[in-house]
């Protein structure tokens, strides 16, 4: 891997940290990004299903997931992983990550987890070829493609640090302030950098100064590299013996701060975990004495660094890097209310999911209601077999005469004067868990017993107990010796049309035994479309998540509500053409039981 980051790199974030994520997103719109570096977030103890950031003056949603798992499932292409999980967590989440698979590179914020279990994380992710760039580290940047969270620090600060484009220094630190610190020099003195990475502060982390220079002299962006170490550890020695061997032939400059310890008369540790020395070779002085002798270019002093920079980078005559063009974060931006995902009414001409309306309305187009329906509801274009079927739903359900709850009260109501949207509704405030509502219920209820391998036996026990009437079961007239016909048509047209209907089996083998008992427990129409919605959602390939989600909403009652809107539209208008006058209920149908009132 010779880049670490590429303008196409994504990541998933773990843990909902708005600050550092919509920093992410700025910087993305002001190097003029084309998708967002943060493809999903982790939440596990959020009930959102996305979080909203601005990207420039808009807004984007990204997706929230309880699990890494999910995240990771419904986002592949996203193979970095930005653990912000707080030191209690963050050992078991790279833990998961790594067991998961998919990610190339991963970042931990977090300090203090237990060395033990440190070494043992970066063990394993060394065997899985996974750079991890932690513990207790602010990330590292690829100027002008890919930053983590809050590396570089504001967009003015990145800006005037050359860090939203590529330079040619790449920079390795162990201090994320001082890797801030040395852009901002780097940038006044060179070019900027093209490759940063700010290793982390713990006495084991993941990838040391050797793995990222290493990567950094195969990279043909980096023409030469600075190392920012400190008082503590070896690893400075790995960088030594690896340009000796020639391993690394770039130049290097390079520096160990700490250098004020020979002054104290015992050991100290400056602030890091691992910024302590625990024998000579650990000093800062004497690791920059080995470093010299090797040939790194080591200055005197840190003050001294910043004329060493230039003068290798002078040396190498590297041509000037043209300024691209950029884009401004707006000053002040508004978050917006609402939020539309099938329709856009912007510009010319609306669209339904992506399709102007003109594409999709004349018959020429080949679009139908069914296939509306599809792009509107459910953000798919289902094939014909599936369109047909919506339409077919719609036509099966528009009327069943005017007895039924609905469609009585829409005619009273259209007799008592009453427009037509107003007796729509009344009719269609009767559609609930005894008129219509049943195909949800269906749905819901057969899935559940069918996912969970209940014979038909275990599931009529299952919905006994929980005192609820199986729904789609049962017709007050239609029985096994009277069949219904709608519930036959949409039987025989899945049979000739569906690639399967598994959850339609398995409810005939439950009619059969509540047939048993009484011939008219039959699959009635309501328990037909509501079970063999979910055959032909399973058919086109939904998770049973997402078909379980289109059941909670209310998705399968709908085709009800627009089918049956049909049938109540055409009594009421046959009401206004009939000019009947009010209905008043007749009186001999009415059970009178009127007692005098109790006087207390």
Same mark, same amino acid.
């Given at each position: ?31 003029k ?14 009930g ?11 807004e ?18 996203a ?8 030191f ?44 991890v ?21 504001t ?14 220094c790449?920079?390795?630190?162990r ?14 003195n ?40 400190e ?10 013996e690896?340009i ?46 080995a ?5 790194i ?6 003050n ?25 974060v ?11 995902? =099938? ?8 669209h339904?999911?992506?399709?102007? =309306? ?33 339409e077919?739903?719609?036509k ?9 709850s ?24 009767? =559609? ?17 017993a ?10 009529l ?16 007239i ?20 569906f690639?399967?209907t ?7 083998t439950?009619e ?5 008992k ?11 479309i ?18 379980d989600?289109?059941i ?34 007749p ?14």
């Open positions: 891997m010779e880049r670490l980051y590429t303008k196409d790199t994504q990541a998933i974030f773990w843990n909902n940290n708005k600050t550092a994520i919509q920093r992410m997103l700025d910087y993305d719109y002001t190097i990004r084309e998708k967002p570096s943060v493809a999903a977030i982790v939440a596990p103890t959020s959102n299903k996305f979080e909203k950031f601005f990207y420039g003056p808009d984007v949603m990204i997706p929230l997931f309880k699990t890494t798992a999910d995240a990771k499932a419904a986002q592949p292409q193979d970095v992983l930005l653990n912000f999980a707080s209690r967590s963050a050992y078991d989440v790279t833990m998961e990550a790594l067991e998961i698979g998919g990610f190339s590179s991963m970042m931990i914020t977090a300090e203090g987890i237990p060395e033990r279990l440190a070494r043992g994380m970066n063990q394993t992710a060394r065997e899985k070829g996974v750079t760039i932690g513990p207790a580290t602010v990330g590292a940047i690829t100027p002008g493609a890919f930053k983590v969270a809050n590396i570089g620090g967009i003015t600060n990145i800006v005037n640090s050359k860090l939203h484009r590529a330079g040619s790449g920079l390795v630190t201090s994320g302030g001082l890797f801030n610190e040395l852009s901002n020099i780097i940038s006044i060179a070019d900027g950098i093209a490759e940063g990475v700010a290793i982390g502060g713990d006495r084991f982390v993941g990838s040391v100064f050797i793995d990222n220079l290493l990567r950094m002299e195969k990279n043909p962006d980096v023409k030469y590299m600075i190392l920012l170490g008082v503590g550890g070896t690893e400075e020695y790995k960088v030594i690896a000796k061997n020639g391993q690394i032939t770039k130049p290097v400059i390079a520096w160990c701060i700490g250098t004020i310890a020979k002054h104290y008369d015992s050991g100290v540790q400056f602030g890091h975990a691992g910024a302590s020395a625990n024998a000579e070779s650990e000093t800062a002085e004497y690791k920059n004495n470093m010299k002798e090797a040939g270019h080591v200055p005197d002093s840190f001294d660094l910043p004329a060493m920079i230039n003068k290798v980078f002078t040396d190498m005559n590297i041509a000037e890097i043209p300024e691209p063009d950029m884009n401004t707006p000053a002040s931006r508004r978050s917006k209310e609402f939020i539309c995902t =099938i329709s856009d009414d912007r510009g010319e001409e609306a339904y999911c992506g399709y102007p =309306i003109s594409s999709v309305a004349t018959p020429e187009t080949g679009f139908t209601i069914g296939d509306v329906m599809s792009i509107l509801w459910f953000k798919k274009r289902y094939p014909r077999w599936a369109v047909d079927f919506l077919t739903v719609l099966t359900v528009a009327d069943h005469g005017p007895a039924v609905g469609a009585h009260n829409a005619k009273v109501t259209a007799r008592a004067g009453k427009d037509v949207i107003s007796s729509l509704i009344a009719g269609l405030l009767t =559609i609930g868990p005894r008129f219509g509502g049943a195909i949800d219920g269906a749905a819901e209820h057969f899935k559940h069918n996912d969970n391998d209940m014979t038909p036996k275990e599931f026990a299952h919905m006994k107990k929980s005192g609820i009437p199986i729904p789609g079961i049962g017709h007050r239609k029985s096994l010796k009277n069949p219904d016909l709608r519930v036959t048509g949409l039987m025989k047209y899945a049979e000739e049309n690639p399967s598994p959850l339609l089996d398995y409810a005939r439950v059969e035994l509540t047939t048993s009484k011939e008219n427990l039959i699959l009635n129409v309501d328990g037909t509501g079970i063999l919605m979910v055959d032909m959602w399973r058919a086109l390939d939904y998770t049973d998540e997402e078909i989600v289109f909670e909403a209310g998705a399968l009652n709908a085709f009800f509500i627009l089918g049956r809107s049909i049938g109540f539209i055409g009594h009421i208008l046959d009401e206004k053409r009939l000019a009947m006058p009010m209905y008043r209920h009186m001999d149908d009415i059970l009178y039981d009127v007692k005098r009132a109790e006087e207390l």
